[in-house]
Each structure stands twice: as structure tokens, then as C-alpha cells.
């Protein structure tokens, strides 16, 4: 199966992340019309937003139909966990537009904790030793937590938006925490709760891409989740991230390679779950061995921010080998330059914030004056890209409209030199209330 030399592509979301693989796909000489639902004020520019939310599948399939898209692109793990591929494949109408993406099945890598967990063991995948408790074993629970030693950390089973994780320092406060849990306070995602152990180490994310035989490891990318400078306060869905990782050396993703990604992706397959997309991979760096934190079921966010910018080969011809098996046939390349990214987010966030401010300096012509390109004869050798996570135009204005608004990235030959980059563009940007992290990448040094 190969796809057509030029096709129109449906990219689901709205986020940072989407517009990271829009920016890639639009670049793509491949690439006919690019449609982006519902999209924000910054894919506007790779494309057209489509005012279609991405689990409306009854109002995609008829859009898919009418526009002759020949290939979606699903950006978030709602649509993947609700089963759209499923829908796609069991549609007479649609069952010949190819979408990247798991199907349902292989969507419980994201949308079960426990289900992950369980498929780790299965397969021998290294992990922390865990177990899963329901609300009627809050006893259980706690005397397992008492087995553990602090700080401890659980988990709720289902997706909660990026804030299911709790790592709490007191073995009082992870029995409160589990009692909250298990009562509701992540809704039916945390019906049941997972309580692991805590692996002490540094985190980075793997990304593969895979056809459900053949993969590609994609760059590595490392991320900060906690609002608070030097990894404090509570978890958002990401302040930050930077690529490559300088731990993550030949050696190290030798390992991960052997004992983690061939393992997941044969494991699926000998379970008869096909799975055509990317898998995120969250490690621990345990003294220089990975042990698998949790799988996500679609590109991370914001580290795509910092991953696509480095991929230098075809995205549309990256997605066609997923959709079409033929992933040993792509050739993968990747810029050496480092690449991070700095998140911009509401005042107030991760809890209540407001919406609606206008946001000023993204322009072309203000990023330039900022951060005018690195060059090399005619070839710009770095380049800053303000990519749009919660915004929306209104009366051709952009104004606020999320909690992480922007994502700031940067190209640059070192880290330092890229960060200096996103930090000298924030600078020149601004929306009321706007906050971000000052210490993206230091611990790596």
C-alpha cells in the first residue's frame, strides 16, 4: 500500500503538539490541502481550521468525505481511546482513508494504567513494582502503601488530562491522597488507582513510531511538568522541554532499544493488537538503566515542540509508513542542533484562570527582532517558532484561550544557545496574567 503522491490530510486537535505537526506536514511537498480541527490561531497559518471538535467522529467521517481527505492524523489520545481508528476501519464509506493512530485496543496502553502495567509484566518490560486497588480495597491500598518507601506514588487508572499522578512525600498524606482518589476526585478515571514504587533517577521521553511490525525511534526529548521553577508545585501538562538529551547516550538507548521498545512492539503484536502510531515511552534513568514510567498512545506534549522541528525528512512520507507498514522503507533524518521549547501559560494555572486576553509579539516581524535567525551563507542554521497551544483568533485578534498558550521553541547549536534563544523571544511577547519557567534544561547541565 503505498498513498498517493499528493493527498489531503485531516490533523485532529488543537494544541502545541498539533501545531508542531502541522508546521511539519505543511513544509511537505506531499502535503494538498491540510485541514486542522478544530485547530488554534497558529495552525491557521499551516493550513485551515475547522470549527470540528476531534471526538465528533459523525461530523469527521461526512468532512473526510466531502473534502477528499486521504489521510487523518490524530493528535490527542481522546479520539484514539474513544476508537476512531475502529470507527474508520468498520465504515464502508471510510474504511479506505488510513488514519495514524492505535486502535482502541491498543489505546489502553494510554487509557489503563493498570492495563499497561499488567502488559510491562507480560512481556518483561522494566517498570516499577506496582498494584491496583479499587475503592472498595482502600485497606488493601494502604497497607500496600506501608510496604513502600516514601515518597510514594499513585496513579488513576484512567486519562485525567495529564494530572492523575500524585507522588506524595508522607505516607499520611499518600493515605489521604488515595482515599481522595478512590472518592471521586479525579471522576471515573480514578475508579481504580495504581500505587508503585518510586523510581529515583532523572525522566526522559521516547518516541517511536511504528507500524505495528517495523518502528523508528524518533529524537529524544525530555520534559518539566511541575509549574513551580526547580520542580515544585503541582503537575501541568508541561512547562517545558528540550532535545537531545545529553544522558541519553549510544549505550543508554541500546538498552532502551533491547529491553523496552522491541519488547512493546512485539509484545502488541503477539497480544493481536495492531497498532499503526507513535508510542510514547516515559523512563526513569535508574543509574544508568530505563525502567518505564507509563506508555502514552500519541506524541507528547510539548515535546513535539522539540521533536518534530529536528526531523529534517518527509513528515507526510514518516506518516505513510506508519499507515501503509512500509516503516523500513522511510529513512529518518535528524538536524543535530538542539532544539527546546518554553511554555507560556495563564496566570492561575494548573488550577482556575481566566481567558480571553489579547496576546501581543508573535508576529513574524517581532520574533526577527527578538531572535534574528543564526546563518550560514544563505541557510539559517537556527530559527525560534512560537507554536500555538491555547489560543483562538476573534475579531482577527489573538487572545488566550487555555492554560498553556504558548510553547516558544528554539533552535540553536548548543542548549544554552537555544534556550538564550526562546528566553530573548518570551521577552518580547505578552498576554495578562502570562507565566513561565526560568530553568528549563539547567538540571541537565
Do not use: W
Not at 219 to 233: L, M, N, Q, S
Not at 374 to 385: D, V
Not at 393 to 411: D, F, I, N, Q
Request: aromatic residues 8%; glycine residues 12%; charged residues 20%.
Amino acid at each position: 500500500m503505498k498513498l498517493a503522491e499528493k493527498i489531503n490530510i485531516l490533523l485532529l486537535g488543537g494544541g502545541g503538539r498539533e501545531h508542531a505537526i502541522a508546521r511539519s506536514l505543511a513544509a511537505s511537498p506531499r502535503c494538498g490541502k491540510l485541514y486542522i480541527a478544530p485547530g488554534n490561531a497558529g495552525t491557521a497559518s499551516c493550513g485551515t481550521n475547522v470549527e470540528m471538535e476531534a471526538t465528533n467522529f459523525g461530523a469527521i467521517k461526512q468532512f473526510a468525505l466531502n473534502h477528499g481527505v486521504g489521510l487523518v492524523v490524530v493528535g490527542p489520545e481522546e479520539p484514539l481511546t474513544k476508537g476512531i481508528v475502529d470507527f474508520f476501519e468498520s465504515d464502508p464509506e471510510l474504511k479506505f482513508v488510513p488514519v495514524a493512530g492505535p486502535g482502541e485496543a491498543g489505546a489502553k496502553l494510554e487509557g489503563s494504567k493498570d492495563f499497561a502495567k499488567g502488559f510491562m509484566m507480560r512481556h518483561s518490560i522494566p517498570t516499577a513494582a506496582y498494584r491496583t486497588f479499587t475503592k472498595d480495597e482502600v485497606e488493601a491500598g494502604e497497607a500496600f502503601l506501608e510496604t513502600l518507601r516514601p515518597p510514594y506514588v499513585l496513579k488513576a487508572d484512567g486519562l485525567a488530562a495529564g494530572k492523575g499522578v500524585i507522588i506524595a512525600p508522607t505516607l499520611d498524606e499518600a493515605k489521604a491522597e488515595l482515599a481522595e482518589m478512590l472518592g471521586g476526585k479525579f471522576g471515573a478515571a480514578g475508579s481504580r488507582v495504581v500505587i508503585e514504587e518510586y523510581l529515583n533517577g532523572i525522566e526522559c521521553s521516547v518516541f517511536v513510531a511504528t507500524d505495528g511490525t517495523n518502528y523508528r525511534i524518533l529524537p529524544v526529548a525530555k520534559d518539566y511538568k511541575r509549574i513551580g521553577e526547580g520542580d515544585t508545585g503541582p503537575n501541568t501538562g508541561g512547562m517545558g522541554a528540550v532535545s537531545p538529551v545529553p544522558f541519553a547516550n549510544d549505550e543508554f538507548m541500546r538498552r532502551v532499544e533491547e529491553h523496552i521498545v522491541k519488547p512493546t512492539v512485539s509484545g502488541l503484536a503477539a497480544e493481536g493488537i495492531v497498532y499503526r502510531g507513535f508510542i510514547f515511552i516515559g523512563l526513569m534513568n535508574v543509574n544508568g538503566r530505563p525502567r518505564v514510567i507509563e506508555y502514552n498512545v500519541r506524541m507528547g506534549d510539548p515535546e513535539t515542540e522539540v521533536v518534530f522541528p529536528r526531523i529534517t525528512s518527509d513528515a507526510v512520507g514518516l506518516f505513510e509508513g506508519i499507515v501503509c507498514g512500509t516503516l523500513d522503507k522511510y529513512t529518518l533524518t535528524v538536524t543535530p542542533l538542539c532544539a527546546t521549547t518554553v511554555v507560556c501559560v495563564s496566570g492561575g494555572y494548573p488550577g482556575d484562570y481566566r481567558k480571553g486576553f489579547p496576546v501581543t509579539g508573535t508576529t513574524t516581524s517581532a520574533l526577527r527582532a527578538a531572535t534574528p535567525p543564526l546563518q550560514e551563507g544563505n541557510c539559517p542554521r537556527a530559527e525560534t517558532i512560537v507554536f500555538h497551544a491555547g489560543t483562538k483568533c476573534v475579531r482577527k485578534e489573538v487572545v488566550t484561550s487555555g492554560g498553556r498558550v504558548l510553547a516558544v521553541t528554539s533552535l540553536g547549536e548548543t542548549m544554552d544557545e537555544a534556550l538564550a534563544r526562546s528566553y530573548a523571544t518570551i521577552s518580547s511577547i505578552s498576554f495578562e496574567g502570562m507565566a513561565f519557567r526560568r530553568d528549563i534544561g539547567q538540571d541537565l547541565k
